[in-house]
């Protein structure tokens, strides 16, 4: 079955610092790529998602891009902010016969002023 | 505002109790799933409905019984719980179960006496 490694947290950055949490994952066929947000007391809103390989999701200054060769799919922020900090999930759906959704384990970002 | 309401927000029962968490979706939407969420564990999926169909059940203890009477409406009744099972409930939906993103509620947050 599908499989999806997400980076350790909690991470701790400073306000405009850059910000990179790692996803890998493994799946059959051709899946497609999220990532979801969840601040506290809410459920996940989705932030971006990838299709296809090489596509690149972006919104509010975050992005991510489909790497097919390395089978990644790594959140970047190049200035993040106090109002960032928040849980961020990873997921994979594949399609299909063999079709799975799953998701990371969630990274806690803390964003210091 | 998500367009997936959750109610209760907040639930407590002992374990011989009998109850029941809804889910509504006013997007439009043919899929709802529901998701149990621990603390130090990934989203974990329960159940998969398409189309009011059933399509999923991830190996889901029989103390758990979803009910979907139509494309808008998703139930999870709950009878003789374990304390293991105190966790966030988050439901979620789609258009279709092809590579589309999830929308989800805020939660339901179980505990079990």
């Known amino acids: 079955g599908n499989s999806v490694t997400q980076m350790e947290g909690p991470v701790t950055l400073s306000e405009e610092a850059f910000l990179t949490i790692n996803c890998t994952y493994t799946?059959?066929?051709?899946?497609?790529l999220f990532w979801y947000v969840q601040y506290p007391g809410e459920g996940l809103q989705l932030l971006l998602k990838?299709?296809?390989?090489?596509d690149k999701g972006s919104n509010k200054g975050f992005e991510a891009t489909y790497r097919k060769e390395t089978t990644s799919f790594h959140l970047e922020k190049g200035s993040v902010q106090v109002s960032d900090s928040a849980v961020y999930f990873c997921?994979?759906?594949?399609?299909?016969?063999?079709?799975?959704?799953?998701f990371g384990s969630g990274t806690q970002l803390t964003v210091l002023p | 505002e998500t367009g997936v309401t959750q109610t209760p927000r907040h639930l407590v029962m002992g374990m011989t109790n009998k109850k029941s968490l809804k889910c509504e979706q006013h997007?439009?939407?043919?899929?709802m799933y529901w998701y149990k969420q621990s603390a130090k564990k990934p989203l974990e999926l329960m159940f998969v409905y398409n189309f009011k169909e059933q399509t999923e059940n991830n190996s889901v203890p029989s103390r758990f019984s979803p009910e979907c009477p139509n494309s808008s409406h998703l139930f999870l009744h709950l009878h003789t719980l374990q304390p293991e099972d105190s966790a966030l409930y988050l439901c979620?939906?789609?258009?279709?179960?092809?590579?589309?993103?999830?929308?989800f509620g805020d939660g339901t947050r179980l505990s079990i006496l």
């Open positions: 979620a939906s789609s258009q279709g179960t092809e590579n589309q993103p999830q929308h």
């Open positions: 799946a059959t066929g051709y899946p497609s």
């Open positions: 990838a299709t296809k390989a090489d």
């Open positions: 997921e994979v759906i594949s399609s299909g016969s063999a079709r799975q959704l799953t």
């Open positions: 997007l439009g939407h043919n899929a």
